[in-house]
């Protein structure tokens, strides 16, 4: 066997998960490996959805513009329509993403950022192309066997699959980004809870120019509800836009129980023509590949020294986007407590709070995705397209909702509300940004449990309450406009105040960690000439935020305080798993 190597943290997978886990580690310094089987980075679409809080990460780790200049923008991505097929007849449509009028107020109120439409096979080369930059290693067709760990590490055993030998390579911590049948998680006995397999998608991804059927209402996603769109896990045959209006990918379902059909360029290309309605248009299938809808969340992310990530800890379908950037999010709120236990500032206690914070959050976007397939099921009740019947009389119903009868009239409501009500799945802004933290790197203020005044799904409701992350607001330095978000992050603490917080600020300079200080007010350094960060930090000007890294409020003081050093100290040590 090969000389053990070493490092501080390996990487299993270059997915979403392990290539923002590396982004980050080396954006802070840290010795990582990344390995993978595969010859190369995703070459099929996949995820693509990136909402507002992914790319404020990646905004914090220097890479957001990089995917914007790659990205499909917002406003060509919110006309989420159903249909007979993209030719066919038109049922509704959806403003989604952002593109409702409101709710596009409410995006530019929360984040300094915008959502947007980002293919895998386009976002892992932005995320790893970094981190290589930046000091990580990368090893292709690389194939993770087995670890075991002891006290001081974690030994992987790894084989190269172009010479077919095996190595180790010794780490501090191991981090299983490998995906949803990860084998890291399985080793590490991980407890689950949910089912995998229980539905059956086949994704084909194919080039044609749609640009007739599709540029006079741009979106990312086009539900087409046609005879055997309610097999499988979807709900209805999804023809997703890739590139506008050339480059696209149709998701169908299939009968699982009896297993995926015969993927052939002619199977392909016939359901391509279904759901488009053009037997015409000039094809080109690029690939094919089947999969299961899966139900699965793990309970503890993490065995030792082994954390999981990603869809190694989360499987769900698509629904609602969330699957890479709840991934994302995993490694980022991981990356930064790995370099603090490994620098030897905080204690490994501070790791435990990985699983109490993203747990929840796992668990909450599997149910979400999944509920959402659930909820296509009332456009086609509207239609009575659920019973069994023959295609004909399935457009027959169709048909049927242009007759100026009464019956026709009570349908073509129920048909808006049943689509309107997929807002839920196209538009829910607070399962994006309302996460709220709660575990020992939080300290609670006493205040009492925070209630929600809108449907805490749809909407965002901002606040500097512990475990939240900081609101953003527009604030001045000199020439300059940033939102508050920018002045936290970076790998370090910040502590946020203004005039009368110089004790704060003294407490600040006492620790034995770095904490940026941020002094907001009149003639300070920073300026909120709008008054919004004095509305939204429900703080007096003499008080403070003390917030993490990963821009989540650890630690707030309403007010001054004579002793302020002692209040910090304090928070600080629970916070770092010292107390």
Known sequence: MSPVVETDVLIVGSGPAGASAALALSTY???????????????????????????????????????????????????????????????????SWGNDPLVQAAHELASPTRMCDMPQHLMEPVLVDAAVARGTSLRFQTEYLSHTQDADGVTVTVRDRLRGDSYEIRAKYLIGADGGRSKVAEDAGLPMGGQMGVAGSINIVFEADLAKYTAHRPSTLYWVLAPGATVGGIGAGLVRCVRPWDEWMIVWGYDVTAGAPDLTTEYAESVVRQLVGDDEIPVTIKSSSAWTVNEMYAETYSNGRVFCAGDATHRHPPSNGLGSNTSIQDSYNLAWKLKLVLDGTAAPKLLDSYTAERAPIGKQVVTRANQSIGETAPIFEALDGLSPQTPE?????????????????????????????????????????NQRYASDAIVPDGTPAETF??????????????????????????????????????????????????????????????IATVIVGPGQEYEDPYGDWARLSEISDAGALLVRPDGFVAFRHPAAAPDAGTLLTDALRQILGHA
């Open 453 to 514: 005044a809108r449907d805490p799904e749809l909407h965002h409701q901002p606040t500097s309450r512990p475990g939240a992350r900081i609101p953003h607001a527009w604030i001045t330095s000199s020439t300059r406009t940033l939102s508050t978000l920018d002045t936290v992050g970076k790998g370090r603490f910040t502590l946020l105040t203004g005039i009368g917080g110089e004790s704060w600020v003294r407490a600040a300079a006492a620790q034995d960690i770095e």
């Open 393 to 433: 009389q399935l457009w027959a119903n169709i048909a049927a909702r242009k007759d100026t009868t009464e019956a026709a009239e009570k349908q073509r409501a129920r048909l808006r509300e049943a689509i309107a009500f997929k807002v839920y799945e196209f538009n829910a802004h607070g399962v994006d940004l």
């Open 29 to 95: 310094g840290v010795p990582n490996i990344v390995v993978t089987r595969y010859a190369s980075l995703a070459d099929t679409p996949r995820a693509h959805i990136t909402n507002q809080r992914t790319m404020e990460v990646l905004r914090d780790l220097g890479v957001e513009q990089d995917v914007v200049a790659q990205a499909t923008g917002q406003h060509l991505m919110g006309n989420t329509t159903f249909c007979t097929s993209l030719a066919g007849e038109e049922l509704g449509r959806v403003r």
